[in-house]
């Protein structure tokens, strides 16, 4: 079997922190092992530390390889989140240093979002779109002159349209407009509020002074799909986010061609109050888009770019920034 | 003149400074002189610290007695923002030193919402919308059992909803739509965001990190103002805006008799763009309520209390919160 004797390696990198596989080159087998580290990697003044992702992956490959009973990896593909604006020290130092330590010979340094891609769909032109807390939206026709499209990602104040943030604090607003007796309030949603936060009066105690207000907003997104079944106003925000994800989807999706479409991320636990309603506005704003399961998840995903670039057939643009390939002789 | 000769105090305590007016007590005449201070009073542990209001209400007053040509301050009245949830110190320290310092045997301690109602309406039963970078409305029927409803003011990621922030966020959502190719974006909303800003991509590292956070979003919504007239997207966020501020004050006016309207704060420097269809949905949502112009602003509502509680006709609720009052025997 071509290939069958190389090795490649994945790592996704995110806020939760670090998972590395091994897995052969060429064949789609789950990966021979994975190591996962519960520290996300630091990021300093010049961006993404890479060495301190070092420091956690190189220890870890060798464990892989020494289990697997070989010694140089083929490929390897870093997907990190923040790669295209904090991915400089990355760009700068882990060609060489995973070149000497481990015989890389291909890398490729990819965005969080094209990792998922990656994972999801495979080197299939389409859209993806991630969506937990926040919410992006990334699509590509593969073709000769193609790029990746970017919807989205702009964060909880500026955007994350249809997130798990978004929601939540759709929801949040709603219980208080019962509270206050304004239009639109929801008195469910209030009940939800007081046994999940306590007093309404005191959230705003609770909700401004943390530093991870996303998180806190999106962690209320679960009872506004709880609600939904049986309450009119928490059906309607989640209805109106499935228009806001339908329409970063749309806006990544190929012009021509093949359009498939994945959604992944934790959002997707919210289950049908949401994914009816979204699947129905997909097929009204892109009629040619074809809905698909997530194939994989963005570890997989840096696995399959790997092995693409061990086989000499990646599909995907590479610009520099969301997806960078650097590439060393054979020592 | 009944109460001629008497004085009242008023001061006007928010998050740009501190005003101290001396005004006659028996007429509804001008201050006769204000003081003005850029130094906000300190919030710490024990909430509004009345030592450092103290330290710059007492030296002023004494001044504008010394102008006046007397001595002794009948009534006062302090509105400050914070007063209901931060306003413990000021309740416990302020009417002694009052009395033994300047004689004053009546004092009002009023939120800064109580105040704008105050300088707005004067002792007539309606409503009030405060409305800058948040927005709050304020109403009451001025009934014997009579309470003080709130609506809003929770800030910008809970509500504050048709505010200065939730305008300018929704200008910039909108831009970033278009910048993103998404549904309901406004390209003139984008070239606003691109002269203002500078490139888009570069907001979110230009706003997050920010701890005026609210205020950066407001600063953007003239942007929306200027470009309602000619865009359709810009037109339809002050209209649902509108929509926002017209159920906050709904919620507020009174359930029956007459209620005056009025509102209040840097938001109105908008114009017509908001001010047409607010007058409207207000209309739809209220047909009871009559819109009019706030007669005065919350230093002039400080006063009008102080004035209210010297003549002994004050019927403003006094629920110890919204609105403290406290008496000292004659000395």
């Known amino acids: 079997m071509t290939g069958g004797a190389e090795w490649v390696l994945g790592v996704d990198s995110g806020g939760s922190g670090l998972r590395i596989a091994l897995a052969r080159a060429g064949s789609e087998e789950r990966p021979s092992g994975v190591v996962c580290s519960a520290e996300p990697v630091r990021t300093g003044p010049s961006g993404i530390d890479a060495g301190h992702l070092l420091g956690q992956v190189l220890p870890a490959v060798r464990a892989l390889l020494e289990a697997a009973g070989t010694r140089h990896v083929a490929a390897a593909a870093v997907g990190a989140a923040g ?9 700068a130092r882990l060609p060489d240093t995973l070149a000497d330590e ?38 590509t ?26 929601i939540g604090r759709a929801g949040l607003e709603a219980a208080l407009r019962a509270h206050d007796g304004r239009g639109r309030g929801s008195t469910a949603l209030l ?8 007093p309404p009066a005191e959230l705003p105690g609770k909700l401004y002074p943390r530093t991870d207000r996303p998180a806190v907003l999106a962690s209320f997104a679960p009872e506004v799909a709880r609600c939904a079944p049986h309450d009119r106003v928490a059906a309607r925000i989640l209805s109106e986010a499935a228009r806001n994800i339908a329409e970063a989807a749309t806006a990544v999706c190929p012009r021509e061609g093949d359009c498939f479409v994945a959604f992944t991320g934790g959002l997707l636990r919210l289950g049908p109050p949401l994914m009816q309603p979204l699947l129905a506005e997909l097929t009204a704003q892109a009629p040619r888009a074809r809905c698909t399961e997530a194939e994989g998840d963005p570890l997989d995903g840096a696995l399959r770019i790997a092995r693409a670039l061990a086989a000499d057939n990646l599909r995907f643009p590479v610009d520099g920034l969301m997806l960078h390939i650097s590439e060393r002789r054979s020592p």
Do not use: N
């Open 141 to 166: 026709d593969l073709g000769p002159s193609g790029i990746w499209r970017r919807a989205d990602g702009w964060g909880h104040l500026l955007g994350d349209c249809g997130g798990g943030a978004w």
């Open 83 to 91: 790669m295209a604006s904090l991915g400089d020290d990355l760009r």
């Open 102 to 139: 481990l015989g890389v010979r291909r890398l490729a340094l990819a965005a969080d979002a094209v990792a998922a891609y990656a994972g999801a769909l495979g080197q299939r032109p389409g859209a993806v779109v991630a969506a937990g807390t926040g919410l992006i939206a990334l699509g």
């Open 191 to 198: 009940e939800r509020v007081r046994e999940k936060f306590g």
